[in-house]
């Protein structure tokens, strides 16, 4: 057998995207920055960045999650602790033209976390801002702000974007993930109007109460109340140990 030649295969880079999704005013909103060099200067797309020589695939997404959010990434497995996001693996991305610089293959990671501040632009990022969901994919010609012409994301982010947010619309229909967006303690209210935004649809208040209070290990009471929406008050609930919902959450046909 003739010995190994890396030589006789054609080199190519492997980056992480990051699909950062968060609740803002009620909306499902996505992280995207305005690139500041070519390729695609000036267009809007998903942070993230080259994977280093010492750096494997988790690593990798954790840090580009910290430099774009200053989030720190949590156990996918446990509720997403303060200063937390939960960070999974998406799916990979390798067509041989997405990138017109050179063969490089993305490993896209998906982020979920409570409604965030204005995010910070850094590395070659010129400006980075919080969209909705709706705007970045359901507009023709692409996404556009403060009066500039719409323009499609950069590479194959919209693709990107979509697996993600039907990655998370999926999933917090059989998991607990749907906590991964609201505080360490929270309402059922606020818990449903999470669904209410990332599945894009109304949902009936006494329905909701009654599916996810009578959903064992879904949520547990946190021993207080609030007022901070209004009315009378709340009563405050953390997630529960549950990762699986049984029976589970589901979407309603739209």
Known sequence: MSPYDPSAFPPFAVTVDLVVLTVRRHALCALVVRRGEPPFQ???????????????LSMAAARELGEETGLCASDPSAPAPANGAHLEQLATYGDPRRDP???????????????????????????????????????????????EPPAPLAFDHARILADGVERARSKIE?????????????????????????????????????????????????????TRQGGRPAQLFRAGGATLLNPP???PEV
């Open 42 to 56: 000036g267009r809007w797309a998903l942070p993230g960045g080259f994977v280093r020589d010492d750096e494997d």
């Open 101 to 147: 610089r050179m063969r490089v293959v993305s490993v896209a990671h998906l982020a979920l976390a409570p409604d965030l501040p204005a995010p910070r632009a850094g590395g070659d990022a010129h400006s980075a801002r919080w969209a909705p969901v709706e705007d970045l994919l359901g507009q023709e010609g692409g996404f556009g702000r403060d009066g």
């Open 174 to 226: 059989y998991s607990s993930l749907a906590t991964a967006f609201c505080p360490a303690e929270f309402t059922v209210g606020e818990l449903r109007r999470v669904y209410e935004a990332v599945w894009g649809v109304a949902l009936d208040p006494r329905n909701f109460h009654r599916k996810v209070t009578g959903t064992p290990g879904f949520l547990v009471p946190a021993g207080g109340t609030t």
């Open 249 to 251: 959450m589901l979407r």
